[in-house]
């Protein structure tokens, strides 16, 4: 059967936490996550939510997430979507559940009229390498991706 993907609503906020988590550990970050059931529901009732989130699911059962939101592409002056998290449990892998969901986002790009798709992979997750290759994306291996929080953020902002 081919799964569905649908939108999140602010009653999946345990849901996407759950997967959040599953991606956490994953990437052998577990103790990383901190958001909260509350904290993701209240941001998903916002008049404009920091992000947009579809659910997968495979014969009713919910197998997988794509987290993303908005981003600007000053070069192309139009919006793109930023992927912040994309995840399939490995039980439901190899049935179709992220090549429904990236598609699902692909074709929400179009429909939006924004110019682009684009994440951030880890240098060791090859099975991702592999599928998004498969599917004609393209890494940037010239482009570093820059990081400043914690600490840092705050002396920065500070000073």
């Not at 081919?2 to 994953?26: C, N, S, V």
């Not at 930023?82 to 559940?97: A, K, M, N, T, W």
Request: with cysteine; net charge negative.
């Amino acid at each position: 059967m081919k799964p569905t993907i649908r939108f999140a609503t602010p009653a999946d906020a345990e849901l996407i936490l759950h997967f959040i988590r599953g991606l956490a550990e994953y990437e052998h970050e577990s103790g990383a996550v901190a958001a909260t059931p509350a904290l993701i529901r209240s941001q998903m009732e916002q008049p404009q939510p920091p992000f947009e989130c579809l659910i997968a699911e495979h014969d009713g059962e919910p197998a997988g997430f794509a987290l993303f939101f908005r981003n600007y592409s000053t070069w192309s002056g139009r919006p793109g979507l930023y992927l912040e998290d994309f995840f399939v449990p490995e039980h439901f892998r190899g049935r179709g559940v992220g090549k429904a969901l990236f598609q699902r986002m692909a074709q929400l790009v179009v429909e939006r009229g924004w110019a682009r798709m684009e994440w951030a992979v880890l240098d060791w997750n090859h099975p991702a390498h592999g599928f998004y290759r498969s599917h004609g994306a393209v890494a940037k291996d010239e482009w570093t991706v820059w990081r400043l929080d914690g600490d840092a953020l705050v002396r920065v902002a500070r000073d």
